[in-house]
C-alpha cells in the first residue's frame, strides 16, 4: 500500500521556521517528481513547490519564493519543505504529493499530475 505521511507542522510565530517532511512508503518515488500544496477553509489546494525526480528542476510559487526551499532524499524516499520568514498567510494545511508520470521532463504545478497525496499538516502562523 502507497502511503505518503507528512510531519513538521505546528504553530508558530511570524518570522518563524518550520521543516515538513514527507515519508513515502509502499514503493519507491526515486523516479516521480514530488510536490508540496496547501489548503485552507474554503479555498482550492495551491501549489507550494515542486521539485523533480532527479532534483534538476525546482518550482516555486510566487508567494513563497525565496522564503521556502524544496529538497528530496531519495536514499530515504524522503522530501522536504523548509519554510522560513513564515508569515500568517502561510497558515494552511500542507500536503505532499507525488507525480503520476515517471521521468517527467517539465515538473508541474497543476494537482492533476499528482496521483498520490499525503494527510496534510496542519501549519500555523501567529501574528
Known amino acids: 500500500q502507497v502511503q505518503l505521511v507528512e510531519s513538521g507542522g505546528g504553530l508558530v510565530q511570524a518570522g518563524g521556521s518550520l521543516r515538513l517532511s514527507c515519508a513515502a512508503s509502499g514503493r519507491t518515488f526515486r523516479p516521480y517528481a514530488m510536490g508540496w500544496f496547501r489548503q485552507t477553509p474554503g479555498k482550492e489546494r495551491e501549489f507550494v513547490a515542486a521539485i523533480s525526480w532527479n532534483t534538476a528542476s525546482i518550482y516555486y510559487a510566487d508567494s513563497v519564493k525565496g522564503r521556502f526551499t524544496i529538497s528530496r532524499d531519495s536514499a530515504k524516499n524522503t522530501v522536504y519543505l523548509q519554510m522560513n520568514s513564515l508569515k500568517p498567510e502561510d497558515t494552511a494545511v500542507y500536503y505532499c504529493?507525488?507525480?503520476?508520470?515517471?521521468?517527467?521532463?517539465?515538473?508541474?504545478?497543476?494537482?492533476?499530475?499528482?496521483?498520490?497525496w499525503g494527510q496534510g499538516t496542519q501549519v500555523t502562523v501567529s501574528s
Open positions: 504529493a507525488a507525480d503520476r508520470v515517471s521521468f517527467r521532463v517539465r515538473i508541474s504545478a497543476q494537482r492533476g499530475d499528482y496521483a498520490y
